[in-house]
């Protein structure tokens, strides 16, 4: 077996939780293939415990801290070098340091980083096969929060879309392959950097349906005589604070007029103020961090997605099909998900739409309900396995090296 570098932003571990889904995956598919040393960044006490389940699949690790408020100080010197805020977040000597030891120490030839982000700590080894997992295009993403936050967080988000743009045009070029969580994102990535079109390529996400059986037995987590609604995600992400904000405020008060006893939990780690306040709406809980969703989910009369803004595939929504669950949406949220619109997930375009197709679903008989569901299933597992979604990283670690003369550094942020 040969050696390779994995870069990643968080302790890919517990495997069930946000981007930690994906890492973990990824880890999991190259340990099969090769000696994994893996450098990460731990930004919660709270995964501390879980560092050996991760060493157990590597050859080696490093795991360097960060403190998320002395970080986002730090990216003040970003603006005054116009730099991107994103690279600063995550640039540290010591995991600088230590990339350029284990590649000297192992003669690592092929590297892959997760996220823009970990790409920066690539741009020294040119001779290497370096893949870097956008997942997302971030920059557009800042570019989006920009036109729905108010100044002065506008202006920063809008100036983060375009330094962090610049940079990931330059990683693009200069990498072997640039992987994108779906055909839209690789769509959208070709338009913002046309130049790198040969470079980049579909990554689809998975979803473990082994572990998110719906045949499995749960313990009931909801009080009894209510229709749950549920919503899972991390709170401190914007775009699910917003989506949750949102459905609490406009949508929800317009189902329980017609159905009093409908609920919405909003479940997932590091609420924000403003989703705690969520809470005091009549209806409403907030759970913060559980140690399973799957009885969440599993409970739930309807799972919802109701983003206005969101980039790639949602996770949150394919495990909610895996554990057959009804799954009503927006657009954004269907976004890069082959399921079809009102046989395998519900589909609103609008709150009024959301009202009323939440009213309808409610009041459809058990079996139907259930059908919806069991079709989801039956999507996720054709379409969406782990093994399948990664298997072309192989072809891309192990293709021939590119011909000489094209560019092969990166340089700036």
């Not at 570098?5 to 890492?23: A, Q």
């Not at 392959?177 to 130049?195: D, H, M, T, W, Y």
Request: overall charge positive; hydrophobic content about 45%; charged content about 20%.
């Amino acid at each position: 077996m040969d050696d390779l570098l994995l870069l990643v932003p968080r302790l890919p571990f517990p495997p069930n939780k946000g981007d930690k889904i994906r890492t973990w995956q990824l880890l999991l598919f190259l340990a099969r293939r090769y000696r994994v040393h893996l450098g990460a960044f731990i930004d919660d006490n709270a995964d501390i415990p879980h560092i050996p389940q991760v060493e157990a699949s590597c050859t080696s690790a490093h795991f360097e801290r960060l403190r998320p408020g002395l970080a986002r100080m730090r990216c003040a010197g970003a603006v005054l070098h116009n730099e991107s805020l994103s690279l600063h977040y995550y640039r540290r000597p010591a995991m600088s340091k230590w990339v350029r030891k284990t590649v000297s120490q192992h003669g690592i030839a092929r590297m892959v980083a997760f996220s823009s982000p970990m790409g920066q700590y690539l741009a020294d080894y040119p001779a290497a096969r370096r893949v870097v997992d956008f997942c997302d295009v971030d920059s557009d993403k800042w570019r989006q929060f920009a036109e729905r936050r108010r100044w002065p967080a506008s202006l920063m988000y809008r100036y983060e879309a375009g330094r962090l743009l610049r940079y990931e045009q330059k990683m693009a070029m200069a990498c072997d392959a640039a992987l994108f969580i779906s055909k839209a994102e690789v769509n959208l990535f070709r338009r913002l950097a046309p130049e790198a079109a040969g470079r980049t390529h579909v990554l689809c996400s998975g979803v473990d349906t082994a572990f998110l059986s719906p045949k499995r037995a749960y313990d009931n987590p909801y009080p009894q005589g209510t229709q749950p609604l549920v919503f899972c995600g991390a709170m401190d992400y914007w775009p699910n604070a917003d989506a949750v904000t949102w459905f609490a405020q406009q949508i929800l008060p317009g189902v329980r007029s017609k159905h009093p006893e409908v609920t919405f939990w909003i479940v997932g780690a590091r609420p924000t103020p403003q989703v705690k306040a969520l809470a005091a709406l009549p209806g409403v809980s907030v759970t913060a961090a559980v140690p399973d969703v799957r009885p969440y989910i599993a409970h739930a009369a309807i799972s919802v997605a109701p983003m206005r803004v969101a980039r790639g595939v949602q996770t949150k929504v394919l495990e909610a099909m895996a554990m057959a669950k009804p799954v009503i949406l927006t657009p954004p949220a269907l976004e890069g998900i082959d399921a079809e619109s009102g046989m395998e997930v519900l589909l609103a375009h609008s709150a009024d739409e959301f009202v009323g197709m939440l009213r309808a679903a409610l009041e459809l008989p058990p079996a139907s309900l259930a059908a919806i569901g069991r079709a989801a299933r039956r999507r996720a597992e054709m379409s969406y396995g782990w093994q399948a979604r990664l298997s072309s990283l192989t072809e891309l670690l192990e293709d021939q090296w590119k011909a000489d003369g094209i560019a092969r550094t990166w340089s700036g942020a």
